[in-house]
């Protein structure tokens, strides 16, 4: 079973900002700061964009930025680019013997 | 800079082991951090396969527990999986990375900084 339920499409014009969320339970997102988000181009191994909710590794841009409330997670791209086209997946810590860590994955279109 | 680079069979026939390494550069795996392998079935999402400590500490996915064996040789830095009993459902690219965070005794934090390129292994006769 899928614990972390993600929209399956969101897109944007360039300069705008998006929001993607991922719905999980008191048991995972909802208990616990340790959320993640990943990019992934296409044929490209995933990268690490936000860890523990709001953290961004080094290097990534400050469009991107993470935030929770309840049992959901959110990941906002500000003004956003070509670049920022790739599919996107959150993850969490979790108390229940879930399957499925990875998040169903937003696709990101940008117009 | 710390890389990572799959290496192993590209096809390996039903019901026989999937077997695979990692090699790390640029970090020695006897210092620390948390190890672990992805894979990704052609068009679909990203599945959690499990994770290894330095020390040997192993964490699997539920799901995939009774066929998979993650092993680390700290003498040549690297780490390893072994799938057993393969199928088709098992054909994916399989990607190893390093993990920020750490594992306990009821999940993982997941927060994966440094990946492979991947290595798509294809089960088929």
């Known amino acids: 079973q899928s614990a972390l339920t993600q929209p399956a499409s969101v897109s944007g014009s360039p300069g705008q900002s998006i929001t993607i969320s991922c719905t999980g339970t008191?048991?995972?997102?909802?208990?616990?700061?340790?959320v993640s988000w990943y990019q992934q181009h296409p044929g490209k191994a995933p990268k690490l964009m936000i860890y523990?909710?709001?953290n961004r590794p080094s290097g990534v841009s400050t469009r991107f930025s993470g935030s929770k409330s309840g049992n959901t997670a959110s990941l906002t791209i500000s003004g956003l680019q070509a670049e920022d086209e790739a599919d996107y997946y959150c993850?969490?810590?979790?108390?229940?013997?879930?399957?499925?860590?990875f998040g169903t994955g937003t696709k990101v279109t940008v117009l | 800079q710390v890389q990572l680079q799959e290496s192993g069979p590209g096809l390996v026939k039903p019901s026989e082991t999937l077997s695979l390494t990692c090699a790390v550069s640029?970090?020695?795996?006897?210092?620390?951090?948390?190890w672990g392998w992805i894979r990704q079935p052609p068009g679909k999402g990203l599945e959690w396969i499990g994770s290894?400590?330095?020390?040997?500490?192993?964490y699997y996915n539920p799901s995939l527990k009774s066929r998979v064996t993650i092993s680390v040789d700290t003498s040549k830095n690297q780490f390893s999986l072994k799938l057993s009993s393969v199928t088709a459902a098992d054909t994916a690219v399989y990607y190893c990375?390093?993990?920020?965070?750490?594992?306990?005794?009821?999940?993982?934090?997941?927060?994966?900084?440094?990946w492979g390129q991947g290595t798509l292994v294809t089960v088929s006769s």
């Open positions: 993850t969490s810590y979790t108390s229940s013997s879930t399957l499925d860590v």
């Open positions: 290894i400590y330095h020390s040997g500490y192993t």
């Open positions: 990375a390093k993990d920020l965070g750490y594992c306990d005794s009821t999940s993982c934090t997941y927060f994966f900084d440094n």
């Open positions: 008191s048991s995972d997102v909802g208990g616990y700061n340790y």
């Open positions: 523990e909710v709001t």
């Open positions: 640029g970090y020695s795996i006897s210092s620390g951090y948390y």
